[in-house]
C-alpha cells in the first residue's frame, strides 16, 4: 500500500514532517484536583489527577518519596468496531505501566514523601497514538493539579512507511507494520524519558526517525506551554490581581 | 465516598428544610444543564450533558443483526454505563463495576420498558430491516467522566440527546432473496434516517433527604439522603420506569406524591433539555 504518494502526501493530506492538529483544554473534569483533555487529531484522551494525598494502602507507603500511580482505560465507543473489553487487559496494563514511569521520572517524588499522586487516563477516541496523546494529558493535568515538576514531559511519535520518515503516525500508519518510534522527552533538561520501537530500522535510519519524534515532542512542548500561559492568565485574571 | 462534619451535615440538612439549598437552588431547581452533540465522531450519534460538575458521554453505535426469534419484528437496544476512574479514584480498577451496573439496570427500566419490548421510550418496530431476518441493533454506551451526583438523570439526558443526533443509514435490500438466506442489502452512506425521539422520556430523580425530597442533588447532598425514587416521565405525562434506591423505607402516599412532583418538574426539564438539544445541533451545523 502506499502511504506517502509521489507528490509528497500522506494519506491524510499531511506532509511527511507535519503533525496532527493539537487541541488542549484544561480543567475538564471539574472533581478533580487537576485535569486536561487532549486531542492530536482525531484521537481524544481525558487525563484526571487526584492527590497528592493521603496513600489508600498502607502497604504501599514509601517513607522517603510520593508514591504514583496511574490508570489507562479506553471507553467502549473510542475504537472503529464497538467491542468490551474487560478492564485490566494487558494493554492497558502495559500503557499504565509506561505513563507511570514516564511521569514517575519528571515529578519531584521526594518533596512529597508518604503521599499518593493518582493519575487515570481514559481515552475518548482513539486514532493511533494514545501513548503520546495519553502523556501530553497528564502532563497539563498535573501541571493543573500544581504538582512540583522537573520539566513538562511531552511525547511524540514517529514512524518510517515507504523509505519516508512520518511524524505522528495515525491508526492507519501505525497498523502497517513498519517501526513506530514513541518518544517521551523534557524539552528544557533536553533528556529522553520514554523510548519504545516496533519492528525493525537501520541505525542510522533510526536516528533519523528519533530526531523527527524529539522535534516533534518540542513543538508539543511549546503548544503546552502556550496553554498553560493561558490558563495561569486566566487565573489571574479572575482573582483581580 | 464524601466526607462531611457535623456542622456540614447540619448545614445541608438545615438548607434543604428552609427551601435554600448550599448552591442557592430551591427544592425543586435543577442547575444549568448544557448539551454538546456531535463529540464522538465515530459513532452515528453522541453528545455529552453536564449538569454542574456532573459530566457524561454518552454515544449510539448501529449495528445491523438479526432479530431474536421471540420477537422477529422488533430491533434491539442495549445501554452499557462505564464509570471512568477519572471521576472519582474510587472506580478505579473494578471499583466501578457495581455502580455501573446498578445504573445501566436502573437505564434499561426506565427507557426501555418491560421484557417484550412494550412501553418502550424508543421505538424498536422502526429499527427492523427485513422482518425475522435484519434488524438494527442500537448500542448506547455511556462514559461517567466526572460525578457530581445526580448520575441517572443526567446519563437520561445524555442518551436522549445522543439518541436525537444519530442518523442511521438508509439500507437498500436486494429484491430476490427469499427462504432462508440472509438478504443481501446495500448500506448508504448519504443517506441517514433521524430517529424520532419525541417519546424518549427524561428521568427525575428525587432524593429524600430529612422530611423533605430535593431534584438533582450533589454528591455531599447525596450523602445525606435517605432514600431516593428515579422516575422517567415522557412528553404526555405518562410514567414509563421507576426505581427506588436507598435504605430507609418511604411511606406508600409520600411515593405517589413524588411521582406527581416528578411529572410536574419533568415538563420542566423536558423543554429544557428539547431547547439545549435544538442548539447544540445548530451550533453542530453551523461549524
Known amino acids: 500500500m502506499e502511504y506517502v504518494n509521489p507528490e509528497g502526501l500522506r494519506l491524510d493530506g499531511r506532509r511527511p514532517m507535519e503533525m496532527r492538529q493539537i487541541r488542549a483544554e484544561i480543567g475538564s473534569v471539574a472533581k478533580a484536583d487537576g485535569s486536561a483533555l487532549f486531542e492530536m487529531g482525531n484521537t481524544k484522551v481525558i487525563a484526571a489527577v487526584y492527590g497528592p494525598r493521603e496513600v489508600q494502602n498502607r502497604s504501599q507507603q514509601i517513607s522517603d518519596k510520593a508514591l504514583v500511580r496511574c490508570e489507562y482505560s479506553m471507553a467502549n465507543f473510542s475504537t472503529g468496531d464497538r467491542m468490551r473489553k474487560p478492564k485490566g487487559d494487558r494493554r492497558s496494563t502495559e500503557i499504565s505501566l509506561v505513563i507511570r514511569q514516564t511521569m514517575e521520572a519528571c515529578i519531584m517524588t521526594h518533596l512529597m514523601p508518604r503521599s499518593q499522586i493518582d493519575i487515570f487516563v481514559q481515552v475518548l477516541q482513539a486514532d493511533g497514538g494514545t501513548r503520546s496523546a495519553c502523556i501530553n494529558a497528564a502532563t497539563l493535568a498535573l501541571a493543573d493539579a500544581g504538582i512540583p515538576l522537573r520539566d513538562l514531559v511531552t511525547s511524540c511519535s514517529a514512524g518510517y512507511l515507504n523509505s519516508t520518515p512520518l511524524l505522528d503516525l495515525n491508526y492507519v500508519e501505525d497498523s502497517a507494520g513498519g517501526p513506530d518510534v514513541t518518544v517521551g522527552f523534557l524539552p528544557k533538561l533536553d533528556k529522553v524519558t520514554l523510548l519504545q520501537m516496533d519492528s525493525k530500522l537501520s541505525i542510522d535510519l533510526f536516528e533519523n526517525v528519533m530526531q523527527l519524534a524529539i522535534e516533534g515532542c518540542k513543538a508539543v512542548a511549546n503548544y503546552i506551554r502556550e496553554i498553560l500561559l493561558e490558563n495561569t492568565k486566566q487565573l489571574e485574571y479572575r482573582r483581580g490581581l | 465516598m464524601v466526607g462531611l462534619s457535623l456542622g456540614e451535615k447540619n448545614f445541608i440538612q438545615g438548607g434543604i428544610a428552609q427551601d435554600l439549598r448550599s448552591d442557592g437552588r430551591k427544592r425543586l431547581t435543577y442547575r444549568p444543564v448544557s448539551v454538546e452533540t456531535g463529540v464522538i465522531p465515530q459513532a452515528n450519534g453522541s453528545a455529552r450533558v453536564r449538569m454542574g460538575a456532573t459530566d457524561v458521554?454518552?454515544?449510539?453505535?448501529?449495528?445491523?443483526?438479526?432479530?431474536?426469534?421471540?420477537?422477529?419484528?422488533?430491533?434491539?437496544?442495549?445501554?452499557?454505563?462505564?464509570?471512568?476512574?477519572?471521576?472519582?479514584?474510587?472506580?478505579?480498577?473494578?471499583?466501578?463495576?457495581?455502580?455501573?451496573?446498578?445504573?445501566?439496570?436502573?437505564?434499561?427500566?426506565?427507557?426501555?420498558?418491560?421484557?417484550?419490548?412494550?412501553?418502550?421510550?424508543?421505538?424498536?418496530?422502526?429499527?427492523?430491516?427485513?422482518?425475522?431476518?435484519?434488524?438494527?441493533?442500537?448500542?448506547?454506551?455511556?462514559?461517567?467522566?466526572?460525578?457530581?451526583?445526580?448520575?441517572?438523570?443526567?446519563?437520561?439526558?445524555?442518551?436522549?440527546?445522543?439518541?436525537?443526533?444519530?442518523?442511521?443509514?438508509?439500507?437498500?435490500?436486494?429484491?430476490?432473496?427469499?427462504?432462508?438466506?440472509?438478504?443481501?442489502?446495500?448500506?448508504?452512506?448519504?443517506?441517514?434516517?433521524?430517529?424520532?425521539?419525541?417519546?424518549?422520556?427524561?428521568?427525575?430523580?428525587?432524593?429524600?433527604?430529612?422530611?423533605?425530597?430535593?431534584?438533582?442533588?450533589?454528591?455531599?447532598?447525596?450523602?445525606?439522603?435517605?432514600?431516593?425514587?428515579?422516575?422517567?416521565?415522557?412528553?404526555?405525562?405518562?410514567?414509563?420506569?421507576?426505581?427506588?434506591?436507598?435504605?430507609?423505607?418511604?411511606?406508600?402516599?409520600?411515593?405517589?406524591?413524588?411521582?406527581?412532583?416528578?411529572?410536574?418538574?419533568?415538563?420542566?426539564?423536558?423543554?429544557?433539555?428539547?431547547?439545549?438539544?435544538?442548539?447544540?445541533?445548530?451550533?453542530?451545523?453551523?461549524?
Not at chain 2, 457530581?148 to 446519563?155: H, T
Not at chain 2, 441517514?192 to 427524561?202: G, I
Not at chain 2, 406527581?260 to 423536558?270: I, N, P, T
Open chain 2, 57 to 287: 458521554i454518552s454515544s449510539v453505535k448501529a449495528e445491523l443483526g438479526k432479530p431474536s426469534s421471540l420477537q422477529p419484528d422488533k430491533g434491539k437496544v442495549s445501554i452499557y454505563v462505564d464509570c471512568s476512574p477519572t471521576a472519582a479514584p474510587m472506580f478505579e480498577g473494578r471499583g466501578g463495576d457495581e455502580l455501573s451496573t446498578d445504573l445501566s439496570v436502573a437505564l434499561q427500566c426506565c427507557l426501555l420498558g418491560g421484557k417484550s419490548g412494550a412501553g418502550a421510550g424508543i421505538d424498536l418496530s422502526s429499527l427492523i430491516v427485513v422482518e425475522g431476518k435484519m434488524c438494527w441493533g442500537l448500542y448506547i454506551d455511556c462514559l461517567v467522566v466526572s460525578s457530581d451526583g445526580n448520575l441517572l438523570d443526567a446519563l437520561g439526558a445524555a442518551i436522549k440527546a445522543a439518541l436525537s443526533n444519530t442518523g442511521i443509514p438508509r439500507v437498500l435490500v436486494a429484491a430476490g432473496a427469499s427462504g432462508d438466506e440472509q438478504p443481501e442489502v446495500d448500506i448508504s452512506d448519504e443517506e441517514f434516517l433521524q430517529f424520532d425521539t419525541s417519546d424518549v422520556p427524561v428521568i427525575v430523580t428525587l432524593t429524600k433527604v430529612g422530611r423533605h425530597y430535593i431534584v438533582d442533588a450533589t454528591s455531599e447532598e447525596e450523602s445525606q439522603m435517605s432514600s431516593a425514587v428515579s422516575i422517567s416521565v415522557n412528553r404526555k405525562g405518562h410514567i414509563c420506569g421507576l426505581t427506588k434506591r436507598g435504605g430507609a423505607g418511604l411511606d406508600p402516599s409520600i411515593v405517589l406524591d413524588m411521582i406527581s412532583v416528578a411529572k410536574h418538574v419533568s415538563e420542566q426539564l423536558m423543554n429544557k433539555l428539547d431547547s439545549e438539544i435544538a442548539a447544540a445541533e445548530a451550533v453542530e451545523d453551523d461549524s
